[in-house]
């Protein structure tokens, strides 16, 4: 058993993660390592785009991994934490709670395979930049 | 753009300015990922010896679950953004 997972169930059994917690960071070692050893047997990966061509010399190209947006919503739900409770409060006046965040809802749409296809695709016209153009996507 | 079966180990984050190239900056990744694992088992050790650290070693496990996604893509381009006569890019190798 390597270290890595020694040190989580360590963790576990001391009651710094919870069970669940503990068992998708065992989960996602496992596959990581996997893959590591069996690059060929590798799923289709797929990417989250985001888009966005003005008129006007603006160009927006990002491209995410799918499975990275899973890793890091988890990673988000732990983060929440150290975000100042200034900030926290901010957000709090303008309606938007973070800690209530579905990140859980957010990665079991990710497993069950977000619908291929545009999730946004918005045509403005501005005075300053002109056309805008923004899609985002899964492909 | 995406290459199977291969890993990243560089990011490389540049920026131009009118086609000329003003700032090339690579990161090792694989040096990032063991940096991480690094910190991460310094932190756990002094867990174990003094009880809890500021930063939880669970969060550097996550990170390196991240790190371990950014390179599993091999050659990519993750930003290209291009306003004016500026252009950013990061790419993976």
Do not use: C
């Amino acid at each position: 058993m390597s270290s890595e997972k020694m040190k989580i169930l360590e963790m576990i059994q001391q009651g710094k993660v919870s069970p669940s917690e503990g068992l998708d960071l065992l989960t996602a070692l496992d596959e990581g390592s996997l893959r590591e050893n069996q690059s060929s047997l590798q799923t289709v990966d797929r990417f989250l785009r985001i888009r966005v061509n003005g008129e006007k010399a603006k160009k927006v190209n990002v491209n995410i991994p799918l499975s990275m947006v899973k890793v890091a919503s988890k990673f988000l739900a732990m983060s929440t934490g150290f975000i100042p409770k200034e900030a926290r409060e901010e957000l709090g006046r303008k309606g938007i709670d973070i800690t209530n965040l579905d990140i859980e809802e957010l990665t079991r749409l990710i497993d069950t395979g977000l619908v291929e296809g545009k999730l946004v695709d918005v045509d403005v016209e501005d005075p300053q930049e002109g056309r805008v153009q923004v899609e985002i996507y899964v492909d | 753009m995406l290459t199977k079966g291969r890993r990243s180990f560089f990011m490389i984050v540049s920026s131009s300015l009118n086609g000329k190239r003003r700032l090339f900056i690579p990161i090792p990744l694989f040096v990032v990922d063991v940096t991480i694992r690094s910190a991460a088992d310094f932190i756990w050790f002094w867990e174990q010896l003094f009880g809890s650290f500021r930063l939880h070693s669970s969060y550097f496990y996550q990170l390196i679950l991240l790190i371990q996604e950014l390179r599993k893509y091999g050659r990519y381009r993750m930003i290209e953004i291009e306003i004016d006569n500026i252009k950013v890019l990061v790419d993976f190798y």
